[in-house]
Nanobody, 118 residues
Framework: VQLVESGGGSVQAGGSLKLSCAAP????????MSWKRRQAPGKERELVS????????RYLDSVKGRFTISQDNGKNTLDLQMTSLKSEDTAVYYC????????????WGQGTQVTVSS
């Protein structure tokens, strides 16, 4: 399963960015999709937001009300709309798929850098 992120970049605090993760359409039916981030080398990746195959979502407490995860069916992408960005949101963001059935396994994108300057 190939996951390809795009949309990272540099923005000032208070600004917005949208990340997208392109994936094969069938992935969304048999995988829970998520965005995770690593804020510094050697630090554990943390779950930012989760979109389950049944449509339910979950967010890291610190991003609730600021980030929105969604699936664009027309483009077969997993999107993360980030608003009111803070310097502590600076990280490498990864798209991830936790799959079952014939796709069973965990898959990762290559990561995209988000830098928020204050």
């Amino acid at each position: 399963v190939q996951l390809v992120e795009s949309g990272g970049g540099s923005v000032q605090a208070g600004g917005s960015l949208k990340l997208s993760c392109a994936a094969p359409g069938y992935v969304f039916r048999t995988c829970d999709m998520s965005w995770k981030r690593r804020q510094a080398p050697g630090k554990e990746r943390e779950l930012v937001s989760l979109l389950r195959s049944d449509g339910t979502t979950r967010y890291l407490d610190s991003v609730k009300g600021r980030f929105t995860i969604s699936q664009d069916n027309g483009k077969n992408t997993l999107d993360l709309q980030m608003t009111s960005l803070k310097s502590e949101d600076t990280a490498v963001y990864y798209c991830a798929a936790d799959c079952w059935g014939t796709l069973e396994g965990n898959y990762w994108g290559q990561g995209t850098q988000v830098t928020v300057s204050s």
